[in-house]
């Protein structure tokens, strides 16, 4: 198994990190990022959208870091990370849509600002990370996770960008439930760390 990734990617870090929650052994091919090899002609055979992370699971090609979620969930995982019931896979299914949506939008963007010079609107990143951070806090406010009673592939998914929020000047420290349940995935045995970005870096996205 192969996973085509960058270390400062908060996409690919979701899957890494579920790989390793899961203890799933992989093979890790860094991407150039700077260098655009994600837009090269043999990344671009593999993922044609020219996006980070790529898995590459025997003959199975899966692009996309909630697809590859799901798939590990399925194939890989215990049962728990992805619910069969259907209220409950729902309810995951909300959470990786915000991870996608708000997430991507918000804390997201805010970091791709700082670290990559990408041209958003700071200000108004900011704000949407905070409207997002504020819904999530509230979330947490009588839960300890947040789709299910147990850890699944939304915390997962949601997990890397909020972790690393700072790093795009989203200040975390007035959502106490949010840091609590940061505090509570990375006390999961098996849990990896997102790489810290050295300060000032700006790279070709």
């Known amino acids: 198994m192969k996973l085509y990734s960058h270390p400062l990617s908060g996409h690919s870090h979701r899957a890494r990190l579920f790989l390793s929650l899961i203890g799933v052994d ?10 655009r090899e994600h837009k090269s002609a043999s990344f671009l055979a593999l993922n044609p959208f020219g996006q980070l992370p790529v898995l590459e699971d025997g003959g199975v090609i899966i692009s996309d870091s909630n697809a590859i979620l799901v798939y590990l969930a399925k194939k890989y995982a215990p049962e728990g990370w992805l619910p069969e019931e259907p209220a409950a896979a729902a309810a995951v299914q909300r959470w990786l849509s915000v991870a996608a949506g708000e997430i991507a939008y918000g804390p997201c963007a805010a970091r791709l600002v700082t670290l990559f010079g990408a041209k958003f609107d700071s200000e108004d990143v900011i704000a949407r990370a905070h409207r997002i951070l504020q819904l999530i806090d509230d979330r947490l406010v009588d839960r300890e996770w947040i789709a299910a009673n147990r850890p699944t592939i ?3 998914a949601l997990y890397s960008y909020i972790a690393r929020a700072p790093e795009g000047n989203v200040d975390r ?9 940061l505090q509570r995935i990375e006390a999961l045995p098996g849990f990896q760390p997102f790489q810290k970005s050295p300060v000032g870096i700006v790279e070709a996205a």
Request: hydrophobic residues 60%; charged residues 20%; proline residues 0%.
């Open 154 to 156: 939304a915390d997962v």
């Open 26 to 35: 992989v093979d890790v091919v860094a991407v150039d990022l700077a260098a």
């Open 173 to 181: 420290s007035g959502y106490r439930n949010v840091t609590a349940w």
